[in-house]
């Protein structure tokens, strides 16, 4: 084995570890009040998200009025996420009911 192979076993032993050591978690959330364009859009609603430590990935529909969160669960603090995308962007968010 050279070096470089040596080197990308490394870089893939360090990425499976990292993606099995973290809780990922997926939850889906009622957002009221977003409209197709400005500060309540789903752009902005989902890029406001994703700016949160912990969160994965965020899909935000119009349509259905809802936002589907993939995050760690041991580095995101739920309750600050809500509050501040409430406050930035200009809408509600409830719990979605289970289905």
Same mark, same amino acid.
């Not at 997926?26 to 989902?46: D, I, K, W």
């Not at 993939?70 to 719990?95: F, H, M, N, P, W």
């Given at each position: 084995?050279?070096?470089? =192979?040596?080197?990308?076993? @490394?870089? !893939?032993? !360090?990425?499976?570890?990292? $993606? +099995?050591? +973290? %809780?990922?978690?997926r939850?889906?959330?009622?957002?009221?009040?977003? $409209?197709? $364009?400005?500060?309540?859009? #789903? #752009?902005?609603?989902?890029?406001? $998200?994703?700016?949160?430590?912990?969160?994965?990935? +965020?899909?935000?529909?119009?349509?259905? @009025?809802?936002? &589907?969160?993939?995050?760690?669960? %041991? =580095?995101? %603090?739920?309750?600050?996420?809500?509050? &501040? !995308?409430?406050r +930035?962007? =200009?809408? @509600?968010? &409830?719990?979605? #009911?289970?289905?």
């Amino acid at each position: 084995m050279n070096s470089w =192979q040596g080197f990308l076993i @490394g870089v !893939v032993a !360090v990425a499976v570890a990292t $993606t +099995a050591a +973290a %809780d990922v978690s997926r939850l889906t959330l009622n957002v009221e009040g977003m $409209t197709q $364009t400005g500060c309540s859009s #789903p #752009p902005a609603v989902r890029g406001t $998200t994703l700016s949160f430590p912990g969160v994965r990935d +965020a899909n935000v529909s119009l349509e259905r @009025g809802e936002m &589907t969160l993939e995050y760690e669960a %041991d =580095q995101l %603090d739920l309750g600050k996420l809500i509050s &501040t !995308v409430e406050r +930035a962007c =200009q809408v @509600g968010i &409830t719990r979605h #009911p289970a289905r």
